[in-house]
């Protein structure tokens, strides 16, 4: 069984200011691990994706994420929050690069002028 | 490439009808899934196909749910006797080969579901 560990449902940043948010997965097998932004009304955008190339995934946006075994984590990170960034984010995992995947319970990112 | 679309995007019904929602995946998408997401939360399987075959079934499709991809291209997703629970965003997915660390998988806008 897999399952995700989102900390934090609500994450509110000054525009400008380091984004982090965090996920913790849980996996019997080596996972694919995701990241996926959602804004209001609408579907999942896939930004980012681990899948053992490398710990240090870059996706779009800006954002990138680092898996770390030991710690079974996979938070996301952007260096300066735009006003644009303000949405609900999704970890999540699956046994395969684009297959059924367990999601997160989500993180509202708010970004203040 | 259109993208995964779905229809109707909003629906609202009454206690005890039945709705139907479609999903057209990305052309030649091999894989199909749908997800059920409730406020607050994140999105749920629910079931997929491969090709025309439904292989998986979440715990979550009631018997009053069913699923459908007849010729392997686009998907139906019908709930009888709608109940207030069922009150939700389906989402719909499509990948070519979930395998292949090329593939990704790319989601609808979703049919954002209220029964009144």
């Known amino acids: 069984a897999q399952s995700v560990t989102q900390l934090g449902s609500h994450v509110s940043v000054s525009e400008g200011a380091l984004v982090l948010l965090r996920c913790n997965y849980s996996?019997?097998?080596?996972?694919?691990l995701f990241w996926y932004v959602q804004y209001p009304n609408q579907g999942l955008q896939l930004l980012l994706k681990?899948?053992?190339?490398?710990?240090l995934v870059k996706g779009i946006n800006g954002f990138e994420a680092e898996f770390k075994k030991s710690e079974t984590s996979f938070h996301l990170t952007k260096p300066s929050a735009h006003m644009s960034d303000a949405a609900e984010y999704f970890c999540?995992?699956?046994?395969?690069?684009?297959?059924?995947?367990?999601f997160g319970d989500g993180t509202t990112l708010t970004v203040k002028p | 490439d259109t993208g995964v679309s779905q229809n109707p995007r909003h629906k609202i019904t009454k206690r005890g009808q039945n709705v139907t929602f479609r999903c057209d995946p990305i052309?030649?998408?091999?894989?199909l899934y749908w997800y059920r997401q409730t406020l607050g939360q994140g999105p749920e399987f629910l079931t997929y196909?491969?090709?025309?075959?439904?292989?998986?079934k979440s715990r979550l499709l009631s018997d009053r749910f069913s699923a459908e991809r007849p010729k392997g291209s686009f998907s139906t997703l019908e709930i009888q006797r709608t109940e207030q629970g069922d009150s939700a965003m389906y989402l719909c997915?499509?990948?070519?080969?979930?395998?292949?660390?090329?593939?990704?998988?790319?989601f609808g806008p979703g049919t954002r579901l209220t029964v009144l």
């Open positions: 997915a499509s990948s070519l080969d979930p395998d292949r660390l090329t593939d990704t998988q790319y």
């Open positions: 681990y899948t053992s190339a490398a710990t």
């Open positions: 999540a995992v699956s046994n395969t690069n684009a297959g059924k995947s367990t």
């Open positions: 996996s019997s097998v080596p996972p694919y």
């Open positions: 052309s030649e998408h091999n894989r």
């Open positions: 196909f491969q090709n025309e075959a439904q292989l998986e």
